[in-house]
């Protein structure tokens, strides 16, 4: 029960593989609540419905709880603010938006995605930030009201102040300034009925009585309207707090094209979670150095919101091999690291499916290790020379490499089946047999060029680890190609 009425969420868009900066922040609200003796709640963000699948809310699941995350009420685990996944809770807000438009604090706009698009377009020719230029603001209510009425598609969008300036507090940043000029007139109910984010964040903290919100920088600049909705609905807005963003080394921002970004990459190659925890944890106390290592009760007890970390979120994967070194050889007892390792072997059924395309290869046990081994490690250690020996050149294979990695992203559900398709499809767009773009891949992938069956293998590894290999092997057959003349 919660005794201090604190209560916090996490609220991810399921739109893509779940994302270490979302264990992050979940990670922050979860030490929040536990400080306080609060509930951390956990709430689906669907308004998106073009990207959202049950896949990826699934994941986003599984991957908090592999975390080692708790939260008290969820899709998953029901509550008493439910239903927790937005697309359930379509009806709820349109009241809200009726309210916002009776008051005069929001208008009907008919304008077409073509004239948006000219509109943007010329603003962005002239230099400018593009945004609303206000076209349907001061329609006449009779027009309005016969535009609706013969069907014609309509977004609500809400009014901003002309003049002046939006101050807040941040619960990290401290007082911030934005002015109104720089702030849309956001859509906040949809043509086809659903809420935008905007709007269905706002109304669903309110309901779920939510006292902080702690999220990442990149929402700060949505707080201005934010704070405007709660304004134009007589509510009081939440407690705001932005967390700087996790960076790689060279302070740009973290993203799946340098470093790997999914959870479930730093699970398949063997990462505790209590070391991932332990170490997004860092970010969030001051801590003598020698007492790193924390579970997250102990780093509940060091959490102070108002003394994060000053050294910024970078995310070092040294320092992560660091704790997670230290995780495996300190805390865990014999039984538990052996218990531990069968676990992680056992995971995603990578073992058993290795083992399963073995048997028709194998003429003793001892062969295994080669044979599957890569299934297992976290690096491969390519040897450029294994690319060299295929027919196709340096740059070839390049160019190769270099197609397929985007292309992979636009599978939904990865698994052999769509592997496979995907790969067909890559090889008829680039007018190259099936075998030449697989060749590269098979030592991408395995490091050999005679392994286990490439799809299986691929949908074994999973699609955040076959990134991974492939921009690695992107990075080796470089080495090949010759000085350009
Ligand atoms: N759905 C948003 C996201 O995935 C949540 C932002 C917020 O916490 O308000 O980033």
Same mark, same amino acid.
């Given at each position: 029960?919660?005794?201090?009425?604190?209560?916090?969420?996490?609220?991810?868009?399921?739109?893509?593989?779940?994302?270490?900066?979302?264990?992050?922040?979940?990670?922050?609200?979860?030490?929040?609540?536990?400080?306080?003796?609060?509930?951390?709640?956990?709430?689906?963000?669907?308004?998106?419905?073009?990207?959202?699948?049950?896949?990826?809310?699934?994941?986003?699941?599984?991957?908090?709880?592999?975390?080692?995350?708790?939260?008290?009420?969820?899709?998953?685990?029901?509550?008493? *603010?439910?239903?927790?996944?937005?697309?359930?809770?379509?009806?709820?807000?349109?009241?809200?938006?009726?309210?916002?438009?009776?008051n005069g604090h929001g208008f009907h706009?008919?304008?077409?995605?073509?004239?948006?698009?000219? $509109? !943007?377009?010329? /603003?962005?020719?002239?230099?400018? /930030?593009?945004? *609303? =230029?206000?076209?349907?603001?001061?329609?006449?209510?009779?027009?309005?009201?016969?535009?609706?009425?013969?069907?014609?598609?309509?977004?609500?969008?809400?009014?901003?102040?002309?003049?002046? @300036?939006?101050?807040?507090?941040?619960?990290?940043?401290?007082?911030?300034?934005?002015?109104?000029?720089?702030?849309?007139?956001?859509?906040?109910?949809?043509?086809?009925?659903?809420?935008?984010?905007? $709007?269905?964040?706002?109304?669903?903290?309110?309901? $779920?009585?939510?006292?902080?919100? +702690?999220?990442?920088?990149?929402?700060?600049?949505?707080?201005?309207?934010?704070?405007?909705?709660?304004?134009?609905?007589?509510?009081?807005?939440?407690?705001?707090?932005?967390?700087?963003?996790?960076?790689?080394?060279? &302070?740009?921002?973290?993203?799946?094209?340098?470093?790997?970004?999914?959870?479930?990459?730093?699970?398949?190659?063997?990462?505790?979670?209590?070391?991932?925890?332990?170490?997004?944890?860092?970010?969030?106390?001051?801590?003598?150095?020698?007492?790193?290592?924390?579970?997250?009760?102990?780093?509940?007890?060091?959490?102070?919101?108002?003394?994060?970390?000053?050294a910024g979120a970078i995310f070092d994967?040294?320092?992560? =091999?660091?704790?997670?070194?230290?995780?495996?050889?300190?805390?865990?007892?014999?039984?538990?690291?052996?218990?531990?390792?069968? /676990?992680?072997?056992?995971?995603? =059924? !990578?073992? !058993?499916?290795?083992?399963?395309?073995?048997?028709? %290869?194998?003429?003793?046990?001892?062969?295994?290790?080669?044979?599957?081994?890569?299934?297992?490690?976290?690096?491969?250690?390519?040897?450029?020379?294994?690319?060299? &020996?295929?027919?196709?050149?340096?740059?070839?294979?390049?160019?190769?490499?270099?197609?397929?990695?985007?292309?992979?992203?636009?599978?939904?559900?990865?698994?052999?089946?769509?592997?496979?398709?995907?790969?067909?499809?890559?090889?008829? %767009?680039?007018?190259?047999?099936?075998?030449?773009?697989?060749?590269?891949?098979?030592?991408?992938?395995?490091?050999? @060029? %005679?392994?286990?069956?490439?799809?299986?293998? $691929? +949908?074994?590894?999973?699609?955040?680890?076959?990134?991974? !290999?492939?921009?690695?092997?992107?990075?080796?057959?470089?080495?090949?190609?010759?000085?350009?003349?």
């Amino acid at each position: 029960m919660t005794t201090s009425g604190v209560r916090v969420r996490i609220a991810p868009s399921p739109t893509g593989e779940p994302h270490v900066g979302t264990a992050y922040v979940a990670l922050f609200n979860y030490l929040f609540a536990k400080k306080h003796g609060g509930e951390f709640i956990l709430r689906i963000e669907d308004t998106d419905a073009t990207r959202s699948t049950p896949e990826f809310e699934q994941k986003v699941l599984d991957a908090l709880k592999w975390c080692g995350l708790k939260w008290s009420e969820g899709p998953d685990v029901g509550g008493p *603010y439910g239903p927790y996944r937005q697309s359930d809770r379509k009806d709820l807000y349109k009241p809200f938006v009726d309210k916002i438009v009776a008051n005069g604090h929001g208008f009907h706009c008919f304008c077409t995605p073509e004239r948006l698009e000219e $509109m !943007r377009a010329a /603003q962005r020719a002239a230099g400018k /930030q593009p945004k *609303y =230029d206000g076209h349907c603001l001061n329609l006449s209510a009779e027009e309005v009201t016969t535009r609706i009425a013969s069907g014609e598609p309509n977004v609500v969008r809400m009014k901003i102040p002309t003049e002046g @300036s939006c101050k807040f507090v941040d619960g990290v940043y401290g007082p911030v300034e934005i002015p109104w000029d720089a702030v849309d007139m956001q859509v906040l109910l949809k043509a086809d009925g659903m809420p935008t984010y905007h $709007m269905a964040n706002v109304v669903d903290d309110h309901l $779920m009585k939510i006292t902080h919100v +702690a999220r990442g920088e990149e929402w700060l600049a949505s707080v201005p309207k934010h704070i405007l909705i709660y304004q134009y609905l007589g509510l009081e807005p939440p407690v705001f707090m932005h967390l700087s963003l996790m960076r790689n080394a060279d &302070k740009s921002k973290l993203s799946k094209r340098k470093n790997p970004t999914s959870i479930s990459y730093y699970s398949a190659l063997g990462y505790l979670p209590e070391a991932l925890m332990n170490f997004l944890g860092l970010f969030f106390i001051q801590i003598a150095e020698g007492e790193e290592i924390l579970t997250i009760d102990e780093l509940a007890t060091q959490f102070d919101p108002e003394n994060l970390s000053k050294a910024g979120a970078i995310f070092d994967i040294q320092k992560l =091999d660091w704790v997670n070194g230290r995780w495996l050889r300190e805390k865990l007892s014999e039984e538990d690291f052996q218990h531990r390792v069968l /676990q992680w072997a056992l995971e995603n =059924d !990578r073992l !058993r499916e290795g083992l399963k395309l073995s048997q028709s %290869r194998i003429s003793k046990l001892g062969e295994l290790p080669d044979l599957m081994g890569f299934l297992l490690k976290s690096d491969l250690h390519l040897d450029p020379a294994a690319f060299a &020996k295929i027919k196709s050149t340096p740059e070839e294979l390049l160019e190769i490499l270099n197609t397929v990695q985007p292309d992979l992203e636009k599978i939904l559900e990865w698994n052999v089946e769509s592997v496979e398709a995907e790969l067909r499809a890559i090889a008829d %767009r680039m007018g190259k047999k099936l075998k030449v773009v697989v060749a590269p891949l098979f030592v991408a992938v395995s490091g050999s @060029s %005679r392994s286990l069956p490439l799809f299986d293998s $691929m +949908a074994i590894l999973g699609r955040a680890v076959v990134r991974q !290999r492939l921009k690695l092997a992107a990075q080796t057959v470089a080495t090949l190609v010759g000085p350009k003349n």
